[in-house]
């Protein structure tokens, strides 16, 4: 993926997440339980904490810095950094949530804009897999489209 398909699907992720939220009302967003055990609010926190993590991970592995990344290699390793995120955001009022996702964005995008073509192909053996910096970016817009169903039933239930 080039660095103009990465922008443009970097924004087509976000731009449906917004829509849907955008959508549904305060009540729902603010409901305790509504996606699995966590609030609509809670996700959208989520998405910001993780984005700002693949951010950072990926200016790391561009400055070949990637021995320093806390890898997660385990699905209990994901568990407890997700616990421990959620613990760090569950106070945040739904106007500091989406302050924050729109603040992680400008600063994504601000990062992205600046980058080469030849530093998005920038990797890191991590294990038996490599990664870029352009395929952990990537991974931005793929997991607002990860969370993008369960909210999606959210406003279908509405």
Request: zero cysteines.
């Amino acid at each position: 993926m080039n660095k103009q398909e990465l922008q443009t699907d970097m924004a087509d992720a976000r731009n449906a997440l917004l829509t849907v939220l955008r959508a549904l009302p305060e009540e729902v967003i603010l409901k305790p339980y509504s996606v699995g055990r966590w609030s609509i609010k809670d996700v959208v926190a989520h998405i910001t904490a993780w984005e700002d993590r693949l951010l950072t991970v990926a200016q790391k592995v561009l400055w070949g810095d990637g021995r320093l990344v806390e890898w997660i290699r385990s699905d209990a390793e994901l568990e407890a950094w997700n616990e421990r995120n959620y613990r760090r955001l569950r106070d945040w009022s739904w106007p500091e949530v989406l302050r924050g996702l729109a603040l992680q964005r400008e600063e994504t995008t601000w990062n992205v804009t600046f980058l080469s073509e030849e530093q998005l192909q920038a990797a890191y053996q991590v294990g038996e897999r490599v990664v870029t910096v352009g395929g952990l970016l990537a991974g931005i817009a793929e997991h607002d489209r990860e969370h993008l169903p369960a909210l999606q039933m959210q406003l279908e239930s509405v």
